[in-house]
């Protein structure tokens, strides 16, 4: 797997391990199989803010939403900029038939946003929008990501639509994603980076990033002040 210069990062440990600056130049986001046991990296963003223990990275250079018309799991149009318009908003990219990242991570996040609904007003978290989209579209049609997504969380948005369209809408974030292609096996995978986007309400701007080492807890600790658009 290819791999650009600044910084690269092993993801068979969940450790994270960041050099210390008031601005680094850090944020790898690469191509991550779901089911392989490596993936690299490439540098596309100055983050700050960061630590050893900290699931979350601040970016001093936050990410512009991208302009993403696709279709949910209604069969209906979702113009993602203008749905989530000054709405607190978590974006990741995967697929239904992902057999460990892709459920591991929307389900941490579908149990810490139901702690956080114990202990705050509805009204603080009505406006989150959780929003899903395949890197599988052949296979991930409107009924099958229904289905898939009603079994962790039936208010996350699910979006599917054209490849190519998903494709050049997740570059914009920085996050790589390949054509689904076969395994020596004959199973059908996707490569896909494997980071959580958090968007502010205040500024609609992608300004934290989460990789797959996020726990349930640490979505859970950091979504108040998601909520707000306030860093983690």
């Not at 990275?57 to 209906?76: A, I, S």
């Not at 929307?106 to 139901?114: H, S, W």
Request: glycine share 8%; charged share 25%; with cysteine.
């Amino acid at each position: 797997m290819h791999t650009n210069t600044k910084m690269t990062k092993n993801t068979k440990s969940t450790r994270k391990t960041y050099a210390v600056g008031a601005l680094l130049v850090a944020a790898v986001l690469g191509l991550s199989a779901c089911g392989s046991e490596d993936a690299s990296t490439t540098a596309v963003a100055e983050v700050s803010e960061t630590g050893p223990t900290k699931a979350s990275t601040v970016l001093d250079r936050p990410f512009v939403k991208p302009d993403l018309v696709l279709t949910d799991t209604e069969g209906k149009s979702y113009d993602l900029r203008e749905e989530t318009k000054g709405k607190p908003t978590l974006i990741y990219f995967g697929y239904t038939n992902c057999p460990d990242v892709c459920p591991l991570t929307m389900n941490n996040i579908a149990v810490a946003k139901k702690e956080v609904s114990k202990k705050l007003p509805k009204s603080e978290l009505a406006n989150l929008r959780i929003v899903f989209v395949t890197t599988d579209p052949e296979r991930d049609t409107p009924a099958e990501l229904g289905k898939w997504l009603k079994g962790i969380d039936p208010e996350i948005v699910g979006l599917t639509g054209d490849f190519d369209k998903i494709q050049a809408g997740a570059l914009k974030l920085g996050i790589s994603i390949a054509p689904p292609t076969k395994d020596k096996n004959g199973k059908t995978v996707s490569e896909h980076g494997t980071q959580v986007i958090a968007f502010s309400p205040k500024t609609d701007a992608g300004y934290v990033l989460y990789d797959k080492s996020a726990t349930v807890q640490d979505y859970e600790k950091d979504l108040p002040k998601l909520l707000k658009g306030a860093k983690p």
